[in-house]
């Protein structure tokens, strides 16, 4: 049951990050997923620049590993074993663990150190996810102390529990509903 829950974590981390949705992720991907967060946003040059440079570093850190073929791109198949690899090994956890910063900074468009609703909403509409209802739901779980707004401590302290939780808990729909 627990390893059928992960990999359904998986898939959905894998279906919100295919953004051509041609069943492979590669750094393309990424790109266009800068692209969707850079729509909403009013970056200047440099704020693109460094939007963009976060999202290649996951690439690298994160996902390109996985591609064992060397194709430059990766299927649900190569990443759900290499990620639950990554779940299963403690050190390796903390690795996937340090993504999550990363996933904030993107987030954070204006680099004010935290996300209000607003940015929280547009982070899920960039992954396909249009259901602001949800979006709101997710960020008032983050936002514990209830004060509108979530620092990057907050969100990577919840986002630990994306691979780990239990179904029901807040942290599984870090990405959205999960996909069946």
């Known amino acids: 049951m627990a390893e059928k829950l ?3 974590k998986i898939a959905t981390l894998f279906t919100r990050l295919d953004i051509d949705g041609n069943g492979l992720l590669d750094q393309g991907d990424l790109g ?3 692209d969707k967060l850079l ?3 009013n970056l200047d040059a440099e704020g693109e620049k460094q939007l963009r440079a976060r999202l290649d570093f996951l ?3 994160f996902f390109a590993p ?14 759900t074993t290499y990620l639950k690899g990554m779940v299963a090994d403690e050190s390796k ?3 996937l663990r340090s993504l ?16 209000n609703k607003e940015k929280f909403v547009k982070f899920f ?5 249009n259901d602001e209802a949800l979006a709101n739901k997710v960020f008032e779980s983050i936002d514990s102390n209830g004060d509108g707004s979530v620092s990057k401590d907050d969100f990577s302290e919840f986002g630990k529990g994306f691979f780990t939780c239990a179904e029901n808990e807040p942290a599984s729909l870090l990405f959205g509903p999960l996909v069946n």
Do not use: C, H, Y
């Open 66 to 79: 996985a591609d064992t073929d060397n194709s430059g791109s990766v299927n649900l198949a190569k990443m």
């Open 39 to 41: 729509a909403s946003r």
């Open 32 to 34: 266009r997923w800068a």
């Open 6 to 8: 992960l990999e359904r």
């Open 59 to 61: 690439w690298t850190a």
């Open 93 to 95: 956890r903390q690795d």
């Open 100 to 115: 999550l910063p990363q996933i904030f900074d993107a987030i954070d468009s204006d680099k004010s150190g935290s996300l």
């Open 125 to 129: 509409k960039a992954l396909n996810v």
